[in-house]
């Protein structure tokens, strides 16, 4: 069943991925972007992270990607136009990558003590959770709640500041 | 198979693979907010293999790692929308190879 699952979102998630790179047109790029998270959202669930699956679908395949959407409509963005790239991206970039996935590969394939995740085993339960981080790491959740506020600020400080210029400059 | 479930090395070849389609995504798309939606699919990928790792190792602190670097990627992502929203009334474009201002 395990198995069964882990392949079905795996290859939804490499699927996903692969038709964002494919894709010209940045809708069908999002799209497939929300393919691949609500499908990792799955593979967390099956890893026992049922907190972060849910946070997952409703954090990243909901808001992020709503705001992502809104401003591909927003700035009406066409197809894009395929050009070579630059050639820092073809002389360093592709090898760079090619080794680095070469090099995890090995690494991995080779790991010894890594275990093996099974339905119904080794679950977090949001109570779990909630109790590390509401008492351990009560500091960092304030501070982090001051920095999603900074950068609401900051989101609209930037988008206002554009209006203002051009206002100046007529 | 023997023993129940699946190797967790599967899961984090699961993330190197989405990384590398990031970093190739990141290296390849020519469109402002296609390059920034590469940048989330390596914050994915990452935040699966720290719960892989949060899974091997029984540990709740992973998993909290990845609740945080959500909250981050959120933030991020507001902002980064942002300056995309500015970029594109400064230069009226979209495509990365125009927007070369800062470029040697």
Same mark, same amino acid.
């Given at each position: ?68 959407? /809104? ?69 960092? /959740? ?29 | ?104």
């Amino acid at each position: 069943m395990h198995l069964i699952l882990f392949f079905i979102f795996a290859a939804l998630c490499l699927a996903g991925a692969v038709n964002l790179l494919l894709q010209t047109h940045p809708i069908n790029s999002a799209l497939s972007l929300i393919v691949v998270m609500t499908s990792l959202a799955v593979l967390y669930l099956l890893l026992g992270a049922e907190f972060l699956a849910a946070a997952q679908v409703i954090v990243y395949a909901g808001a992020v990607m709503v705001l992502f959407t /809104f401003v591909i409509m927003l700035l009406n963005a066409g197809r894009e136009e395929r050009t070579l790239g630059s050639r820092a991206a073809r002389v360093v970039g592709f090898p760079a990558v090619a080794a680095f996935l070469a090099l995890l590969a090995t690494v991995l394939l080779k790991a010894h003590g890594l275990g093996r995740a099974a339905m119904q085993e080794g679950v977090t339960s949001t109570d779990d959770l909630s109790a590390v981080l509401f008492t351990k790491l009560l500091l960092p /959740f304030e501070v982090t709640s001051v920095l999603i506020l900074i950068a609401i600020l900051g989101a609209v400080a930037l988008t206002r500041h554009g209006d203002g210029e051009r206002s100046a400059s007529k | 198979m023997a023993q129940p479930g699946i190797p967790l090395a599967w899961y984090l070849m699961l993330s190197a693979i989405l990384f590398s389609l990031g970093v190739i995504g990141f290296l390849i798309k020519r469109n402002l907010i296609t390059v920034f939606m590469s940048i989330e699919l390596m914050l994915n990928a990452v935040n699966l293999s720290f719960v892989t790792f949060a899974h091997q190792w029984h540990a709740v602190k992973g998993q909290i790692f990845v609740f945080f670097v959500m909250m981050v990627a959120a933030a991020e992502a507001a902002v980064g929308l942002a300056i995309i929203i500015a970029v594109f009334r400064a230069r009226a474009t979209l495509a990365v190879d125009r927007i070369d201002l800062m470029k040697l």
